[in-house]
């Protein structure tokens, strides 16, 4: 699914099989050392991918262990993102003379929880949300601003080494487009290369929504 979401040089793994039994690398076996086995499945299901999508990417094998504040550590050449839920996992990565940060996010298609809209959506989010769920049923809008959201955290994160709060960004969907955007006010100074808004695109299908962010290098670093 997540393909069509991310333009040309960008390279994709998903896997609808949660059970695949995924060995990991000793390096990135630490990250879940403890950890309950269900988590450990869901990291290795993540590490099948990324591992799958680098070699897509034409890049040497390499682990791919998680650094600060869980973000995966790739290689030093390679931007990525990871995803899992229940049913799903992604993996994405780009060279980062294509691609300058990118995040991936998939959730189950369901109803977000009223509370948990509350705590993500600022005020304007949330009137937007209910006027396209009246108008628009078919999709859960709620779970995709979710979603939106936590792509712009994964995509933010690598760059800036800053935590960025839910109400921190402003995500406005085009219901039509299949497209979303997100403005963060200190955007532009917060890292190299982040533009003041950051452009996504989402897809709802197989009982999932996925959103995903690329966001290009500069021409001249083409
Ligand atoms: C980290 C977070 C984004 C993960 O999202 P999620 O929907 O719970 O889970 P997903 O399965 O989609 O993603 C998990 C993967 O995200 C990646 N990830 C975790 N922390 C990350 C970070 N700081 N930066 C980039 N990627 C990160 C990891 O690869 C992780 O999988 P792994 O631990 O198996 O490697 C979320 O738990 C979180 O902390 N959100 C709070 C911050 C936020 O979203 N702010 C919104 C700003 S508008």
């Known amino acids: ?102 995040g991936i996010d998939a959730e189950p298609h369901r109803p977000l929880p009223e509370d948990v809209l509350e705590f993500v959506a600022r005020p304007d989010e949330r009137s937007r949300v209910r006027e396209l769920l009246a108008a628009r049923p078919g999709v859960h809008w709620d779970r995709l601003l979710f979603s939106a959201k936590e792509s712009v955290y994964k995509t933010w994160y690598p760059v800036t080494g800053r935590f960025l709060g839910f109400q921190e960004a402003e995500v406005v969907i085009d219901p039509v487009a299949g497209t979303f955007r997100a403005l963060v006010p200190d955007t532009g100074a917060a890292g190299p290369g982040l533009p003041g808004a950051l452009a996504g695109r989402w897809e709802v299908g197989n009982d999932l929504v996925v959103t995903a962010i690329a966001v290009p290098a500069p021409e001249g670093e083409r």
């Open 1 to 102: 699914m997540i393909r069509q979401l991310l333009p040309g040089p960008v390279a994709c793994w998903d896997s609808f099989d949660d059970h695949r039994p995924a060995a990991v690398h000793r390096a990135e076996a630490a990250s879940v050392r403890g950890a309950t086995p269900r988590r450990r499945q869901e990291f290795a299901n993540g590490r099948y991918c990324a591992h799958r999508a680098l070699r897509r990417l034409g890049v040497p094998a390499a682990a791919v262990p998680a650094g600060d504040r869980g973000a995966p550590r790739w290689p030093d050449a390679v931007v990525g993102s990871i995803t899992h839920c229940r049913g799903y996992t992604a993996a994405a990565v780009a060279r980062r003379t294509d691609v300058v940060s990118l």
